[in-house]
């Protein structure tokens, strides 16, 4: 392993574990030199690349701390839909639609690095907004991961809430399409007829390993995707 690659193993480590928690102040450059014998260049690197995924927060004059999951400000980052419905000052609710374990799909398996056939966790939730659904969650979960998944009532919170808990996420992929709902998704989502909606493909990692699979569904009429970068 590069040695800063070894470096951001161990903050992704330290935040895992709860050492380290939300706005917990990370080691220094200086630190983190000296603890892995190595340059302070790659210790800047480490850090620089830990704060470009969002997962650590660097101010000058401060230093280097844990972010909150929320604080990502990217049209990408990963929010709890339940905040972001409230913060707008509208009603939340969901509506649990499958809850179960199943064996995993070739393309279930493939996303969630397992085997065909292997056991996983299956949830299908609604997502509404002032009584309207705005997202259609249809979820994956590694039982070896989250084990008390299935167990959770996602009447309460949400499964981002309940997964942030468990398996601290450290990394994150997605693939977004345009799609024309089938039959039950235009149900689930209360659609008369089918319109273009927005999907997300999202692959979630904690350190120790693909957490989940999510496929998150917009009506375009209800949803909008959006954010700001700064250069």
């Not at 409230?86 to 609710?93: E, L």
């Not at 199943?102 to 009584?131: C, Q, R, T």
Request: glycine content about 4%.
């Amino acid at each position: 392993m590069a040695k800063f690659s070894a470096i951001k193993q161990h903050v992704y480590n330290k935040i895992a574990s709860g050492e380290w928690p939300e706005n917990h102040p990370v080691s220094s450059e200086n630190a983190l030199a000296l603890q892995f014998k190595v340059s302070r260049m790659t210790a800047r690197r480490a850090l620089q690349e830990l704060a470009n995924e969002g997962i650590v927060i660097r101010t000058k004059g401060s230093g280097t701390f844990v972010a909150p999951i929320k604080s990502q400000t990217s049209f990408m980052a990963i929010r709890n839909i339940a905040d972001e419905i409230r913060a707008r000052q509208h009603r939340y609710h969901a509506q649990v639609h499958v809850l179960r374990r199943e064996h995993a799909s070739d393309l279930v398996a493939e996303m969630l690095n397992l085997e065909p056939g292997d056991m996983v966790f299956h949830s299908v939730i609604s997502h509404f907004e002032n009584d309207l659904p705005v997202q259609v969650e249809e979820r994956y979960v590694n039982p070896a991961l989250a084990p008390d998944y299935l167990k959770q009532n996602y009447n309460d919170l949400t499964p981002h809430e309940y997964l942030c808990q468990a398996q601290p996420l450290t990394e994150a992929s997605h693939q977004i399409e345009a799609v024309t709902p089938s039959n039950q998704l235009c149900q689930w989502l209360l659609l008369t007829k089918p319109e273009p909606c927005l999907r997300i493909n999202r692959r979630t990692w904690s350190a120790e390993g693909v957490v989940t699979y999510a496929v998150l569904t917009h009506p375009g009429s209800r949803f909008s995707l959006g954010g700001h970068l700064q250069f």
